[in-house]
């Protein structure tokens, strides 16, 4: 019996997982410098996730972040989107743990299904709702470590909102899925692989996920880009979109 879509992204995205886990630490008690830990650790996570869909799902087409662009992908249904290692500078950063692998399928441009494999041994799926956030005195917005777009910063000045910077979009999701954060917003470049199996677990667990102007999300797209993406609690959705829209921003 063959097993289910999502059965199937959760065993890719975690043997990819645990393939970089083994392979940081190899490459950590060989000496290597880390900076070359990323290279590595996508190269192989590639080839792991490409040879376990082709064995399991050999009629789907596949776009990777670490894969030349087939264009047969435009005429397919069926399309998985992979990103083998989101947080390429925070897996080469000893002691992060802000980085995930991705594995999502799209089915007529929408992301279903969404597995998103964390270091410390979960995988998000979208099968289990999302956790409320405890009490505080602001609610939490997460944004880009390294560019953290000008709509952001705008949005939480707007809305009083605490800003938090954090590496790997899926491990920026995964935060406001477990309740730590009550938003993510990001402007101004992201790939299809950066957010397709982060919106598909997302919105799996009872969250909101849209384009910053509240526009829906599609993938398999000719243009691989999504260049945005608001993730957050239900209720915040309005007020958050809003405040973009008053900003005048868009990165």
């Known amino acids: 019996m063959s097993p289910d879509d999502r059965a199937v992204a959760i065993t890719v995205a975690a043997a990819a997982r645990d393939l970089l886990v083994r392979r940081r630490e190899e490459l ?11 290279v590595a650790g996508d190269a192989e996570a590639n080839e ?7 064995a399991l799902r050999p009629h789907d087409a596949v776009l990777s972040e670490e894969s030349a662009d087939d ?27 802000d980085w995930a692998v991705h594995v999502a399928l799209a089915v007529d441009g929408l992301a279903t299904i969404g597995a998103v494999a964390l270091p410390d041994g979960r995988i998000l799926n979208g099968s289990v709702p999302a956790t ?17 777009p000008a709509v952001a910063l705008a949005v939480a000045a707007a809305l009083d909102l605490e800003v938090v910077e954090l590496g790997s979009a899926g491990a920026k999701v995964a935060s406001v899925i477990d309740g730590v954060h009550d938003a993510y917003l990001h402007a101004g470049g992201m790939q299809q692989w950066d957010s397709a199996a982060p919106v598909a ?30 993730v957050c609690r239900p209720e915040l959705a309005p007020s958050i979109l809003d405040a973009v829209a008053r900003s005048g921003r868009i990165g």
């Not at 992979?82 to 000893?94: I, M």
């Not at 409320?132 to 953290?148: C, D, I, K, Q, W």
């Not at 919105?203 to 000719?222: E, F, T």
């Open 132 to 148: 409320a956030p405890g009490p505080r005195s602001r609610r939490r917005l997460v944004v880009s470590r390294s560019r953290p």
């Open 28 to 38: 950590a008690a060989a000496g290597v410098a880390p900076d070359r830990w990323g």
């Open 71 to 97: 264009p047969v992908r435009l005429d397919r249904q069926r399309v998985w989107i992979v990103d083998p290692l989101d947080g390429t500078r925070e897996y080469a950063t000893p002691g992060r743990g």
């Open 201 to 230: 677990a997302a919105v799996g667990a009872g969250l909101w996920a849209s384009r910053v102007d509240g526009s829906p999300l599609r993938y398999n797209g000719a243009d691989p880009s999504v260049p945005d993406l608001l």
């Open 48 to 54: 792991a996730i490409l040879g376990h869909l082709a």
